[in-house]
T-cell receptor, first 115, second 115 residues
Framework: AQSVTQLGSHVSVSEGALVLLRCNYSSSVPPYLFWYVQYPNQGLQLLLKYTTGATLVKGINGFEAEFKKSETSFHLTKPSAHMSDAAEYFCAVSVWSGGYNKLIFGAGTRLAVHP | GAGVSQSPRYKVAKRGQDVALRCDPISGHVSLFWYQQALGQGPEFLTYFQNEAQLDKSGLPSDRFFAERPEGSVSTLKIQRTQQEDSAVYLC?????????????FGPGTRLTVL
């Protein structure tokens, strides 16, 4: 069965520092992977997704993630954190159920950015 | 264009009451999903509709939970005889088609508190 593990429920960085949010997945088939961001009292917004092709995926707001099959990882990075990046981030894997997909989410990582 | 909307945004119910949560997906989207997000957790799949057909209800926690999408657009999630463990944010998402790589667009959620 597919699953997602996000290492670190809370990450704190200084403004301007590198952001690294970790995600490992378990999947018996080639996975489709997603990163979503959730701001307080809002729904989830797609940051980026990996389907096929290039393993380095660029998303919105300067985020990117690299699919590494050998490490079963899909870590999210941003070179320089901004105060507005403070939010909760969810990694998800798409489970194909024979005609439709559903997302299996990790528990989330809350990112704090301090001056 | 309009995104996914949900109403009410907040609902407080006394234990044993019935509640109904509404989701208005993006117009023309074939797929509609309901997820449950407990405090401090990632969203968990509840049920899936393809147009008006409910193809998967494997995530519904009990027979007190019921969902419908009678005309293939608006959906309602109903919870009968609410219990305290039902307290959570209920998220609705829609996607244009049924592909495993389709982006799911999320609404802001309904926060249900059962007293």
């Amino acid at each position: 069965a597919q699953s997602v593990t996000q290492l670190g429920s809370h990450v704190s960085v200084s403004e301007g520092a590198l952001v690294l949010l970790r995600c490992n997945y378990s999947s018996s088939v080639p996975p489709y992977l997603f990163w979503y961001v959730q701001y307080p009292n809002q729904g989830l917004q797609l940051l980026l997704k990996y389907t096929t092709g290039a393993t380095l995926v660029k998303g919105i707001n300067g985020f990117e993630a690299e699919f590494k099959k050998s490490e079963t990882s899909f870590h999210l990075t941003k070179p320089s954190a901004h105060m507005s990046d403070a939010a909760e981030y969810f990694c998800a894997v798409s489970v194909w159920s024979g005609g439709y997909n559903k997302l299996i989410f990790g528990a989330g990582t809350r990112l704090a950015v301090h001056p | 264009g309009a995104g996914v909307s949900q109403s009410p945004r907040y609902k407080v119910a006394k234990r044993g009451q019935d509640v109904a949560l509404r989701c208005d997906p993006i117009s023309g989207h074939v797929s509609l999903f309901w997820y449950q997000q407990a405090l401090g957790q990632g969203p968990e799949f509840l049920t899936y509709f393809q147009n008006e057909a409910q193809l998967d209800k494997s995530g519904l926690p009990s027979d007190r939970f019921f969902a419908e999408r009678p005309e293939g657009s608006v959906s309602t999630l109903k919870i009968q005889r609410t219990q305290q463990e039902d307290s959570a944010v209920y998220l609705c998402a829609s996607s244009l088609r049924t592909s495993a790589t389709d982006t799911q667009y999320f609404g802001p959620g309904t926060r249900l508190t059962v007293l």
